[in-house]
């Protein structure tokens, strides 16, 4: 049985608030982006990254325009050190990219990170000790004046190997567990690290709060943000940092509050990997911006390769529903969104917009590399008429008249629903071309027809009936009429002609002509049927017998 007596929030509400963030509603401008899939994201993984793979998936960042990449925890081990000793010497570090490093505020750790880093041509030392009440009574057991001690002590360290080293070195603290912290004490200690590093508008160091484990609502963490912001010192010499963990799902909420609470900078992995949940997804955040038209300086353009480098290094799997990267995020099986977005689409194409409006797609999938027919309307026993005839019409050219459209939609989901499986495009198309197109059985098969202009049109029409070849005769206001009262004299068949559309399939100079045929009979029902022929006419005829062809069984 669960018991929730056992838990209680472990977080603290800021003190004071001037809730400015809540007036806000978008996002303006881009944060500063700092990629941690090679140090959090990396810590995470069953089997951590080898050197070469640290290198490849580094190479991946720069690709996608991260310009600060945190690459590891040099003191942690071999690789973690070879790796970033391999960036620098082998210059596989870009000239705008700023490789980051993290260290706990040990004596031990902060030198031997510090030789790790020797020769980098611009580098962040990231120091950090845990300031949360959980971590102060259990982990350290120290009062807050000694864990204050820890990050001032483990500061003046930095400080004075970065002036040894003489390495173009940047700063950044982070009170680690920020968010089971008191955010008074969590400013405090920030503040008494500030006034050790002493940044400057020229030279400023990174303030970052955590949310290590995400235990509140977004807003508490907004609300610790502006606090924090409005009370660092030297506010115009510190770029204030987020890092949200998952745990409670909503670390995009976090950042994207944050941001608006006064956060600079953001770091976060490529689909959300990282400790336990993951940290904020880079992805989401930058694509949530991108779709409200703010350019997230990141470029997720080619999100196929993205995934395939991710999963191959990490071992991880991308979900099928991970925004904007999962293989069903854009795919619609129901017939109402389908039928939707194929009127969106038409609509986008009839009025040249720029703008991207198509309901159910929050972007345009092409920006990221999917394709509209085999990504977007997909079809299964819920797809609709709609979905159905727009996968015809665009990936093969069929455009059917609206109410064949309705017919075919059902005899497509029964397929689907029969089989109990997902149709391809191809499949929709094989459905299509059995059931109508350029029909010759069960009963009547054309062979050929000749006309005469007369006073009326007249038509021969040859047609084998059962294996036996027919010449039948009629005449009409047109060459389809003609042929059409030839076949229902001939044939002795009762049906009113209801339906008939053509137009060109291809554009090429050997155009082919696609014709449509609806008949009605006296028991009600109506029967389809579609030619294809070089000969608009002769492709009319075809999709007449077709629907000849198609028409209802007399019962048994
Ligand atoms: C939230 C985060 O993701 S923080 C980053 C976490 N990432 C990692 O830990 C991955 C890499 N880490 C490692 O490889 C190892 O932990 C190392 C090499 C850093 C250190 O290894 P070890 O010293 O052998 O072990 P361990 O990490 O257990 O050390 C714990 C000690 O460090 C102290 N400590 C932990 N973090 C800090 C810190 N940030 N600052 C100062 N002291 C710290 C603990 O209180 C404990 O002290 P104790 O020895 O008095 O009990
Ligand atoms: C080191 C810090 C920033 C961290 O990884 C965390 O708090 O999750």
């Known amino acids: 049985m669960m018991d929730a007596s056992k838990y209680a929030p472990g977080y603290y509400p800021a003190p004071e608030n001037e809730y400015r963030w809540v007036r806000k509603d978008h996002i303006e401008q881009a944060p500063a982006w700092c990629s941690v899939d090679l140090r959090d994201g990396n810590q995470a993984l069953v089997v951590p990254m080898s050197l070469e793979e640290k290198i490849e998936f580094f190479q991946l960042l720069v690709r996608i325009g991260f310009k600060e990449i945190e690459v590891g925890f040099p003191a942690a081990s071999e690789t973690e050190y070879e790796f970033l000793r391999t960036l620098i010497e082998q210059n596989l570090i870009p000239e705008d990219v700023t490789v980051q490093v993290l260290t706990q505020c040990r004596d031990h750790i902060i030198r031997r990170t510090f030789e790790a880093v020797k020769g980098a041509p611009r580098a962040v030392i990231h120091f950090y000790n845990s300031t949360s009440v959980a971590q102060r009574e259990q982990v350290f057991r120290k009062s807050k004046e000694e864990i204050k001690q820890i990050a001032v002590e483990g500061a003046k360290l930095v400080k004075q190997l970065s002036q040894e080293y003489e390495g173009n070195f940047l700063f950044e603290y982070s009170p680690e567990s920020f968010t089971g912290t008191e955010p008074e004490y969590a400013l405090e200690v920030c503040n008494a690290v500030i006034d050790v590093m002493e940044p400057t508008p020229d030279r400023p160091m990174i303030i970052n709060l955590p949310v290590t484990v995400e235990m509140s609502l977004p807003h508490i963490y907004a609300n610790q943000i502006e606090y924090c912001s409005d009370r660092l010192h030297r506010r115009d010499s510190v770029i204030l940092s987020t890092h949200p963990h998952n745990d409670r799902g909503t670390g995009i909420a976090d950042t994207e509050l944050a941001l608006l609470a006064g956060a600079q900078r953001v770091e976060c992995c490529l689909f959300g990997n990282g400790e336990r949940t993951g940290n904020v997804d880079a992805i989401t955040l930058a694509m949530n911006m991108y779709s409200h038209g703010v350019d997230p300086k990141l470029d997720f353009s080619d999100m196929p390769a993205i995934c395939e480098v991710y999963e191959r290094i990490t071992d991880m799997q991308v979900s099928p529903r991970q925004p904007y990267a999962g293989s069903l995020v854009f795919a619609a099986f129901s017939g109402s969104h389908q039928d939707a977005i194929a009127k969106g689409m038409h609509h986008r194409e009839e009025n040249s917009t720029h703008q991207w409006t198509v309901p159910y797609l929050p972007i345009d999938p092409h920006d990221v590399s999917r394709t509209y027919d085999a990504d977007v ?180």
């Open 377 to 556: 309307i997909r079809i299964n026993s819920q797809s609709g008429k709609g979905g159905i005839g727009y996968i015809l019409e665009t990936a093969y050219g069929y455009n059917m008249p609206p109410k064949m459209r309705e017919h075919f939609g059902y005899t497509v989901k029964a397929v689907s629903d029969h089989n109990h499986a997902e149709l391809k495009p191809d499949e929709v198309f094989r459905i299509f071309e059995q059931t109508y197109l350029n029909r010759q059985s069960p009963v009547v098969e054309f062979h050929e027809a000749h006309y005469m202009q007369g006073k009326q049109m007249r038509a021969t029409v040859t047609v084998a009936v059962d294996g036996q070849e027919y010449e039948f005769f009629g005449s009409g206001n047109g060459r389809i009429n003609a042929v059409n009262n030839a076949l229902k004299q001939g044939l002795g068949l009762e049906y009113t002609l209801d339906t008939y559309t053509e137009h060109a399939l291809d554009t090429n100079s050997s155009s082919r002509a696609a014709s449509y045929v609806g008949l009605s009979w006296p028991d009600g029902t109506t029967s389809w049927g579609a030619g294809t022929d070089t000969d608009v006419i002769v492709s009319s005829v075809k999709a007449l017998i077709s629907a000849i062809n198609n028409r209802p069984q007399p019962a048994d």
